[in-house]
């Protein structure tokens, strides 16, 4: 359920976003400047803005693009076109002007292109790198702000409802249409390859970009003091899920694949005499999001390899109401359902993400459980009745996935102690041993 807001806070979000607005226009000046090409969705308004005559600047060009892309969108989503949206047209025409007023900022920072390679080139990557970061933070603020977005990611966000395909793929088809048509207008007004306008720094702010954009979300949370009157967060902290915590202890227990991370958790729940919630998450999602729980299961705290890469190249730019990534709203829906088990009362909650989803609650143990991969093989091996070698491929499967689902969503490495208050090796230890220390353990957080 999405919280209702106020006209306040409407302003305030709409006043951050024209300043927000301000620092993505640098981010992409800078990172143009560095001469190693353009990010793709400047690239056709950037490369057109350097044909002699042409009579028009980048930030018109930009303007004119955008308006485009609306345009698109109004024809697809037709009646399903959000009404708050016509203030892309706004938004396009104040982008274009910050486009004209950074790059003009930006005009002494521009590394000339036969300056010495070997004080050239780290220059250039160095600005490539900053505007990139200053991109990727803008990009972040944008999101966390959750009320406007740019039309270049309107667009492809509009494809993808109206085709109802997958935002992801949708937006990596879109990217690279926006370069290819750039090579085009290189092509025929420039007669050849020019890697001033699109090169290698067109590839590393499709991935670098997206990839800080990941670093820095987990870490903006402060900026809900902007967006938010301090009354209504107040209001807010109250009534999501009970308000304050109360005073009884809750352990989350994160665990290696194969460690004997649930016989543990259970096992704790049964001596604090509380509920054990695994499963139960599971099912509550379901039941919540209209998913089958088998759906929950096979999508939730799993993010191969391939589907990490594909969230960094892609949904990094759309605000969270907007954001159709079912990834997203199943970790919505288990961070709201973990929030409400543990205001209910003393319990276990295993994995889900709840050591970072509680982590405001002091009254928390968070444990991580983890064993040797010999250890872990024979158990699996025995529990599924499979060879020590397919076990051993699952165990590194599951565990990847879990190291990217916690790294999606909290911008931190899933095994960094840092974001555990007790690790326990079952290898070593024991099962029994486990619960023993955690619940010597639990004592200091009661």
């Not at 001596?271 to 509550?284: A, F």
Request: one cysteine or more; hydrophobic letters at 45%.
């Amino acid at each position: 359920m999405q919280v209702k807001r106020s006209k306040a806070e409407w302003m305030r979000r709409y006043a951050s976003f024209v300043v927000i607005l301000f620092v993505i226009a640098f981010g992409t000046s800078l990172s143009i400047r560095a001469n190693l090409g353009s990010s793709p969705i400047s690239a056709p308004p950037y490369i057109l803005s350097l044909v002699p005559g042409i009579g028009l600047t980048m930030g018109q060009l930009t303007m004119c693009m955008h308006v485009f892309f609306i345009s698109a969108q109004l024809l697809l989503l037709r009646k399903d076109f959000e009404k708050r949206q016509f203030t892309q047209i706004l938004v396009s025409f104040l982008f274009g002007f910050y486009t004209d007023l950074t790059m003009w900022m930006t005009g002494f920072l521009q590394v000339p292109f036969d300056m010495n390679p070997l004080v050239g080139y780290p220059l250039r990557f160095a600005e490539l790198l900053l505007g990139g970061g200053i991109l990727a933070f803008g990009i972040a603020c944008e999101v966390r702000c959750d009320s406007l977005m740019l039309a270049g990611e309107g667009l492809p966000l509009a494809i993808s409802r109206f085709l109802k395909r997958d935002f992801g793929k949708v937006k990596i088809c879109s990217d690279i249409s926006l370069v290819l048509i750039g090579i085009v207008f290189m092509f025929v007004y420039f007669g050849g390859w020019d890697w001033k306008m699109v090169g290698v720094g067109t590839l590393v702010s499709m991935f670098y970009v997206g990839l800080m954009v990941r670093v820095f979300a987990p870490h903006i949370s402060w900026l809900d003091r902007i967006f938010i009157p301090e009354k209504e967060r107040a209001g807010m902290q109250g009534a999501v899920a009970g308000g304050e915590w109360g005073r009884y202890p809750v352990v989350t227990i994160a665990r290696m694949y194969g460690s004997g991370g649930n016989a543990v958790g259970e096992a704790v729940a049964h001596r604090l005499g509380c509920p054990c919630y695994s499963r139960l998450i599971i099912d509550q999602t379901a039941r919540q999001m209209g998913y089958t729980p088998e759906f929950v299961e096979e999508n939730e705290q799993n993010i191969s390899t391939a589907r990490l890469w594909e969230l960094i190249f892609t949904d990094h730019g759309i605000p969270a109401s907007m954001n159709p990534s079912k990834d997203d709203a199943i970790f919505v829906s288990q961070s709201r359902t973990v929030r409400e088990l543990a205001h209910r009362g003393p319990c276990v909650i295993i994995g889900r993400l709840g050591n970072w989803i509680l982590r405001d609650n002091p009254h928390v143990l968070r444990v991580f459980v983890t064993s040797d991969k010999d250890f872990a093989v024979r158990q699996v091996a025995a529990q599924l009745h499979v060879s020590e070698e397919e076990a051993s491929r699952k165990i590194d499967r599951v565990n990847t996935g879990r190291a990217n689902h916690y790294w999606q969503y909290t911008g931190r490495q899933w095994t960094d102690i840092g974001g555990y208050d007790l690790v326990v090796n079952t290898d070593r230890v024991g099962i029994d041993g486990a619960v023993d220390m955690i619940m010597r353990a639990v004592k200091s957080v009661s």
